[in-house]
């Protein structure tokens, strides 16, 4: 293994042990999302809310509900320095298990565009944090749900190529 694979690996491990234990934290405050006796997700309101559910949720929280999700919402900046740079990590890495040069394209690509993924992921925070304390525009609701798919769609795509080239055994080169 060569010193930038063993790099990008170290990185990788360094984010998987961040994402995990900012996972197991955000997991941990999940029970408390309430509002008017009922669960609600920070998923739910990334992706299958709609706009009236949303607002009805966000504006109706008692403090002490507020404050977690404030809480959740926080310790998703730290998930996110585990996720995004280690996608990126996990493409560079099996950018050098591979030889051909048009997957090694697409797996440096999608390794630089986790960084916009990673921006996405600040504004849509960002976006909950401000309608917390303000209401829900529809316009702004609309360029919330393009950041949202926008970041789904770039971190998905670098792992689900990277993954399974990380994954599968390297091919000996050698001749029998």
Known sequence: MSFKQKHWQRLFLFCFGLFAGTAFCMKWMEGDLL????????????????????????????????????YHLSFDFAFMA???????????????????????????????LQSIAWGC???????LFKWMNSPVGEREFGLYHIVV??????ALGGALVSIPIVLWPKRSSSVS
Not at 87 to 108: D, E, P, T, Y
């Open 121 to 127: 992921d600040i504004v849509e925070n960002n976006y």
């Open 149 to 154: 798919i926008a970041k789904w769609i770039i």
């Open 35 to 70: 509002q008017d006796g009922q669960k609600f997700t920070v998923i739910g309101l990334e992706i299958s809310y709609p706009r009236e559910k949303v607002m009805a949720i966000l504006s109706g929280l008692d403090p002490h509900v507020k404050t977690i999700l404030r």
């Open 82 to 112: 585990g996720v995004y740079p280690g996608i990126a990590a996990l493409c560079m890495m099996a950018k050098g298990k591979i030889s051909g040069a048009w997957i090694k394209n697409i797996l440096v690509l999608f390794a630089i």
